[in-house]
């Protein structure tokens, strides 16, 4: 059960809320994000929602049976939608294209694609400066100072920045640079970094752990939320499996079924997903049609040339050829009103 509160709620009203939660049997857990009161309530009884609906600060009063029940549709029927900027939003009604290297590496590099960027439309650019990477030799970013040229060149330019933070101590160093807070799929049941991201007010792209289920990637959203943070968007990023022709198993199952369950944005990068250059335009396009409200993609200037995951980036003629046909293939499908 969730019990939503009024913000103008008197300390004296709260009291008799919580005495009436614990009357009927539940615990409560309390929430305050940026715009919203919440008491998350927890408990088995029947209740008669009526007996505390009606008191004096609740706003409203919702039965909620998933176990992660701020992330959840049951009680949120609207989806939520995020605002980047007045004209740049995330979500149900938007379809956003998140596009940069693997690696930011020089600022040739980043120059270079924040202009190919700002040609194409695309207003939101990845690029990640603290890497985890499977080998310990391997780059693994530039660092805060990468991501200080990184964000000096976008914000000249207009574009966000979506980076990967792999540690809460990293969240206040990266803070004025970021846009979008990234957890890599190894983090993702990285409690402790969720718990920070749930107090920060930078929206968190939230990719699915390389084994999660839809409920991990359910309930690694809700610590975010429950720690005070609503803006969480869900990204599907490929799982593990026995197959070895590709990289990961892209499971685009998991787009609709998302949808269904939770009011949170959903997002694909298919360029983990597949993991082979010539492929992600198909997976990109069949991301949409599966109803992702928007894509992360690699693209490089040159990718034979890339730091990391070149064998996955598309260059730049590849990638506007993709944006082109992924404009296409939104049209498309808003006229079957998928």
């Not at 409203?60 to 900027?85: A, F, G, M």
């Not at 809460?168 to 890599?184: C, T």
């Not at 050829?321 to 079957?336: C, E, G, I, M």
Request: aromatic share 6%; charged share 25%; net charge negative.
């Amino acid at each position: 059960m969730i019990v939503q509160l009024q913000n103008e709620i008197s300390p004296a009203q709260e009291q008799q809320v919580k005495n009436e939660v614990n009357l009927a049997g539940y615990s409560l857990r309390e929430v305050k994000t940026a715009s919203q009161h919440y008491y998350v309530c927890i408990g088995s009884k029947l209740v008669d929602l009526r007996r505390i609906g009606c008191l004096p600060g609740v706003r409203d009063v919702h039965r909620v049976t998933d176990i992660n029940q701020l992330v959840s549709r049951e009680w949120r029927v609207k989806d939520t939608v995020i605002e980047l900027d007045e004209d740049l939003h995330i979500g149900t009604g938007n379809f956003t294209i998140m596009a940069g290297p693997c690696s930011i590496e020089s600022e040739e590099q980043i120059a270079a694609t924040v202009k190919f960027l700002s040609e194409q439309g695309v207003r939101v650019m990845r690029g990640g400066v603290f890497k985890p990477r499977s080998s310990p030799y391997a780059f693994r970013g530039l660092g805060i100072d990468g991501l200080k040229l990184f964000s000096s060149l976008c914000r000249e330019a207009g574009i966000k920045i979506v980076s990967e933070v792999m540690q809460s101590d990293q969240i206040e160093l990266m803070q004025p640079y970021v846009d979008i807070f990234q957890v890599g799929a190894r983090n993702s049941q990285n409690f402790t970094l969720l718990d920070a991201l749930g107090q920060c007010e930078k929206p968190v792209l939230l990719k699915r752990g390389i084994s999660g289920t839809a409920e991990e990637l359910l309930s690694a959203a809700e610590y975010i939320f429950s720690n005070g943070n609503e803006s969480v968007i869900l990204c599907e990023r490929g799982i593990r499996s026995y197959e070895k022709a590709y990289r990961n198993t892209l499971d685009l199952n998991i787009v609709p079924i998302l949808k269904s369950r939770t009011h949170l944005p959903v997002v694909v990068d298919p360029s983990h997903g597949i993991g082979i250059r010539r492929h992600i335009p198909e997976m990109a396009l069949a991301s949409v049609m599966a109803g992702a409200d928007g894509l992360l993609l690699e693209i490089h200037p040159q990718p034979e040339k890339a730091a990391s995951d070149g064998a996955q980036t598309l260059n730049f003629e590849e990638a506007e050829k993709l944006f082109a046909q992924l404009r296409q293939t939104v049209a498309l499908r808003q006229s079957f009103k998928l």
